[in-house]
């Protein structure tokens, strides 16, 4: 029998039923889209392998609205056994975790490209009805919501009682997590469709006025700005003082997180709107050039390359694997150190929402407007 280590029980005693759920983050959940190391990245997922992932099935798919547009676009979160998701439908779904059972929906009034994050018993998400909006966990019950100027397809990050979402009028937006009172708010250039990362007191942000901005977290002061040579939709990454983020005039940047002086940059063949993942020594990132990309983290000489279709899906990291999806319609597990595939699923449209692992199952939304749920029982 596999030994646990005794610090790793303590931390997963938030195994509990539906109305038992401790009002955190714990264990090997998937909270939000950055993960809570910033770095999509899930260091205590154990069941899922190099050796064993070739085996995973189908356990569940949910399918929401059968009519319109039904796209999912956001990435999944899942924590305490539920599942949270948006869809272009215009609701997010809380599903069982198991058994893809809907257990509540909240509908807002546009598209739900913005992935959830999930914290102190609320799930925070963006609408394309210009609002960012807290639900009550259990039931879906709206608890505030904030208007701001334009659509949001940012995905929030909480952190010390803090919601940070951008939105396409500009603005990167600092919100009480209890209240949604306006903290502060601080004004780019273009619009913030990038998903904040939070980092010892510093928010890390792209823009489509070409830059990448570190702000106090506090307040929203600018500490620096660096500019890229297009729009930013890729959403930092921040690991051992360094920001890690995708331009779509086709770079990787690596940015000294403290100063954002430029430590180097790879250059793909198209745009990258895919968000890094950092784990190992390596960044791993898609790009519009059809490759699934890992570079070294501190040199940014490429590691291998994988050919697919255009890459919008962000991968995550797991165990020695990473998950990632395309535009053909397939979600990828690749071996982390050499590339190689080592298993993948076809679903029935474009895989451009971003995977989340946790407790031996992959999540991920599609085009064809399921979540999807994979495992190896």
């Given at each position: ?94 599903l069982n975790a198991r ?108 823009s489509f006025d070409n ?167």
């Amino acid at each position: 029998m596999k030994r646990t280590p005794i610090f790793v029980l303590i931390l997963c005693s938030c195994a509990v039923s539906w109305g038992q759920q401790l009002a955190v983050r714990c264990c090997n959940d998937w909270a939000e889209f950055h993960r809570t190391s910033m770095e999509r990245r899930n260091l205590l997922e154990n069941d899922l392998s190099v050796n064993s992932v070739g085996h995973l099935k189908l356990k569940w798919n949910y399918r929401t609205s059968s009519y319109g547009n039904n796209a999912v676009y956001s990435s999944p979160a899942m924590t305490g056994g539920v599942v949270y998701v948006g869809s272009n439908d215009g609701n997010v779904y809380a599903l069982n975790a198991r058994t893809g059972a809907k257990r509540w929906n909240y509908a807002t009034n546009g598209a739900v490209k913005s992935s959830p994050a999930v914290a102190n018993g609320v799930v925070y998400v963006g609408s394309f009805d210009y609002s960012v909006y807290a639900l009550n966990l259990h039931t879906g019950a709206k608890l505030w919501s904030y208007a701001t100027g334009s659509y949001v397809d940012s995905s929030p990050t909480v952190a010390n009682g803090v919601v940070y979402v951008g939105s396409v009028d500009g603005n990167l937006y600092a919100l009480n997590a209890s209240t949604g009172v306006k903290l502060w708010s601080y004004t780019t250039g273009q619009g913030v469709h990038s998903s904040p990362a939070v980092a010892k007191g510093v928010v890390y942000v792209g823009s489509f006025d070409n830059s990448v901005y570190a702000l106090n977290a506090a307040n929203g002061a600018k500490l620096w700005s660096y500019a890229t040579g297009g729009p930013i939709f890729s959403s930092p990454a921040v690991a051992s003082g360094v920001v890690y983020v995708g331009s779509t005039d086709r770079s990787v940047y690596a940015l000294n997180a403290s100063t954002g002086a430029m430590l180097w940059s790879y250059a793909t063949g198209y745009d990258v709107a895919s968000s890094p993942a950092v784990a190992n020594g390596a960044v791993y990132i898609g790009s519009y050039d059809k490759n699934v990309y890992a570079l070294n983290a501190d040199t940014g000489a490429k590691l291998w390359s994988y050919a697919t279709d255009f890459v919008n899906s962000s991968p995550a990291v797991a165990n020695g694997v990473v998950y990632v999806g395309s535009d053909e319609g397939n979600l990828y597990a690749l071996n982390a150190s050499t590339g190689a595939e080592l298993w993948s699923y076809q679903a029935g449209s474009s895989v451009q929402s971003s995977p989340a692992v946790a407790n031996g199952v992959v999540y991920v939304g599609s085009d064809d407007g399921n979540i999807y749920a994979f495992g190896l029982k």
